[in-house]
């Protein structure tokens, strides 16, 4: 199993491009999320999915929009990137239990680490 | 809403020397808990987690972190420091959404001398 990975893992970009990051699990696991890394502000959630074809907005979601036409890859997009977007991203899945219930645990990918100049 | 609050930014120990890292959160029912670290340049690394029962869970590397209602605490502890285990940890705490949302703290970077 690999996990959780993420694609590409770093990328510098200039304002106003566009850009998307990938995220691939092989866990099979129905819950999906995007986080924002920024030093001394922990990890913030950008948006999530609960399964396939279903998104929703989390903490910080503008100037973002993702994807999840398939239950393994989950897209995080940037439509015109701007400087308050340089930061670490990372993807992470959940699962439910085997009696349905969310588990809550959460497994990470590695990061992109994205600077947009 | 849930919160969580690291107050040490940073923290320098020597190797062998014992650590505790400090958590408290803030949520209105029975917490979900979390200690994860990220060494540098990797992605976040579950150590322990806490759903219910004893209040003293044990972790991975060594690892083991007590949780306090009374004082809504989770610190992290270990009674001996390697030099493997400078990285940076954040605490979380989930529960109260249907989409498993966790919230993190800000952080604490670990230094380990030599």
């Known amino acids: 199993n690999a996990g959780v990975t993420q694609t590409p893992k770093f990328r510098v970009l200039k304002t106003g491009q566009s850009m998307t990051l990938l995220c691939a699990q092989d866990?099979?696991?129905?819950?999906m999320y995007w986080y924002r890394q920024d030093p001394g502000m922990g990890l913030r959630l950008i948006h999530y999915?609960?399964?396939?074809?279903?998104?929703a907005k989390g903490e910080v979601p503008d100037g973002y929009n993702v994807s999840r036409l398939k239950k393994q890859n989950f897209l995080l997009g940037l439509e015109s990137a701007a400087p308050s977007q340089t930061s670490v991203y990372f993807c992470a899945s959940s699962y439910r239990s085997g009696q349905g219930a969310l588990s809550y645990e959460q497994f990470f990918g590695p990061g992109t680490r994205l600077t947009v100049l | 809403a849930q919160s969580v609050t690291q107050p040490d930014i940073h923290i320098t120990v020597s190797e062998g020397a014992s650590l505790e890292l400090r958590c408290n959160y803030s949520y209105g029912a029975t917490p979900y808990l979390f200690w994860y670290v990220q060494s540098p340049g990797q992605g976040l690394q579950l150590l322990l987690k806490?759903?219910?029962?004893?209040?003293l869970v044990q972790g991975i590397k060594g690892f083991e972190a007590e949780f306090k209602r009374s004082q809504s605490s989770f610190n992290l502890r270990k009674p001996s420091v390697h030099w493997s285990d400078a990285a940076e940890y954040f605490c979380?705490?989930?529960?109260?959404?249907?989409?498993?949302?966790?919230?993190f703290g800000q952080g604490t970077i670990l230094t380990v001398h030599p």
């Open positions: 866990m099979n696991h129905e819950y």
């Open positions: 806490y759903f219910s029962g004893d209040t």
């Open positions: 999915s609960v399964g396939e074809g279903t998104t």
């Open positions: 979380a705490v989930a529960g109260g959404t249907s989409y498993g949302k966790l919230t």
